[in-house]
């Protein structure tokens, strides 16, 4: 019984954008900053995991935008996403950090991030903070923009490669 709880626990966290607008309007009334990153998190490892816990220092409640199936085919080419979607979202969404998981379809996060209007935005250390895409609207809105420090040594794609090649 207690590992049901859990699982639906995780679940749970994995939203639309119309039903996660109206929580974070409500959890905004009641003082929460809400932080909003992104990505693919094709196969989870410790840098992942690293920035996430990072992220989620940046306020209260962590959203994370996970690309759709088509929009990591398109972002990262033939043969990924190595997992799909629905698993990448309930991994990501079992991670004690992390509040909400929502799937989003475009190239970019910008219509996610415009819908959620986040206090803060975060973005890993590749990207600097005046080409995050939806930083200007954030900062518009009297928010902040993070690029956060990547961990030497840990990446999605060095880590295909290795287990490729063994």
């Not at 639309?16 to 974070?24: D, E, R, S, V």
């Not at 990448?88 to 190239?107: C, K, M, N, P, T």
């Amino acid at each position: 019984m207690r590992t049901r709880r859990r699982l639906l626990r995780f679940e749970s966290k994995i939203k639309t954008l119309g039903a996660l607008t109206k929580i974070l309007r409500s959890l905004r009334g009641r003082g929460n900053r809400v932080v909003f990153t992104n990505g693919c998190f094709d196969i989870l490892h410790l840098g992942h995991v690293s920035y996430l816990q990072e992220a989620a220092g940046k306020g209260d409640i962590l959203v994370v935008g996970i690309n759709s199936d088509s929009s990591v085919k398109r972002l990262k080419g033939a043969g990924r996403p190595v997992i799909g979607e629905k698993q990448r979202a309930s991994v990501v969404a079992a991670l004690e950090a992390v509040d909400y998981v929502v799937i989003f379809s475009g190239s970019t996060p910008e219509t996610v991030i415009r819908a959620l209007a986040p206090d803060v935005l975060v973005k890993g250390g590749d990207w600097k903070i005046d080409d995050i895409v939806g930083g200007r609207f954030v900062t518009g809105n009297g928010g902040k923009v993070f690029s956060i420090k990547f961990i030497k040594g840990y990446s999605t794609t060095s880590l295909i490669k290795r287990i490729s090649h063994a």
